[in-house]
């Protein structure tokens, strides 16, 4: 009995001590994600930002930074909704892949299939467009860009404007990260599916995947727990510039929060929104014309964290910045959010990434 008991004591005493253990690596590694983020992000009465890191089935981060509304001096919770940016790419990549998918089209179709009168439409495939290769003039980097900003933009209107701008370069023959395409994309899937882009995402992504406070962007609808964008100008904060959100369209003008982006993460990783076989399309690296390989898929770019692949995607757009990293091999997904675009997650969510990966082995 004396020994039973004994061995009883020793493994409490072991359990106790592992648990302590546990506790202190898990402060110890908030205090330097904390650490890490203030340094941009440190400021309590400035435009902030919402941290998220999950691994392996654990949320181990999620914190918020700054403030929502300067105004109304309301602080942000980790909850908030923000505008993404150019990590709509995504949502906009996997629709077209849930259309190849329900058999309505091909990403090696030609985009005159869609848009009859397009510029070289018969050599400039929706692979061109969902990889940034298709050399069409990137609307972004056009000066008589202001002169639709704050117009509401119908999708072909948005495709008229730059359709017929001289190209950069032949499909396939370079990779140079492109708006244009992408709003050609979001042109297809209304075109294919009968169907808004807003109304298409909703119901095919954002239901499915329960992302039930995420929205295409408005700055006239009421948006519960919205976050507030803003610029910087010299040692003061202004509201951010008006754009009207048919302007970026499906290259730029979804919202979203951190736990919602998880779910986005989680979803496509349990293949809820598609088979393996298109899943796979989104993450792999594709070829140019010459046989070099870049390091670009659907929607994401396919880079690496210390040896490690990774996938990841950031995005900016007035008064926004947003950064979404995952290592597949790790389970590992963190994500950053801002609400001036003077402050961008882009390094420190990566540098998460680093860190995590380091401190935390399960």
Known sequence: ?????????????????????????????EKKIDS?????????????????VYKKGKTLYRKAFGKANLELNVNINPDQVFQIGSMTKQFTAVSILILEQQGKLKVTDPISTYI???????????HHLLTHTSGIKDFTKMKSLPSIAQKEMKPEAMV?????????????????YNNSGYVILGHIIELVSGDTYEHFIQENVFDKAGMSHSYYASD??????RAYGY??????????????????????????????????QQALQQNTLLNKEETQK??????LNNGEEFTYGYGWHLKEINGTPDREHGGSVFGFKSMGVYIPSEDLYVIGLSNCDCHSPTEITRNIAKITRTSVKK
């Open 231 to 264: 610029h910087k100008k010299e040692n003061s904060f202004v509201n951010k510039t008006i754009i009207s959100f048919s302007v970026p369209f499906s290259s730029g003008s979804l919202m979203s929060t951190a736990d919602d982006m998880l779910k986005w």
């Open 160 to 176: 008229d404007f730059f359709k017929n701008e001289p190209v950069d370069f032949a499909p396939g023959e370079k990779f140079d």
């Open 1 to 29: 009995m004396i020994t039973k008991k004994l061995i009883a004591k020793i493994v409490l005493f072991v359990l106790f001590i592992h648990n302590v253990d546990a506790q202190q690596s898990i402060k110890n590694y």
């Open 116 to 126: 009859k009168d397009y510029p070289n439409g018969d050599h400039i495939t929706i």
């Open 282 to 287: 989104a993450f792999q690296k594709y070829k």
């Open 36 to 52: 890490l983020i203030s340094t941009e992000f440190g400021n309590q009465n400035e435009p902030g930002g919402v941290f998220l």
């Open 220 to 225: 006239r609808k009421l948006i519960p727990k």
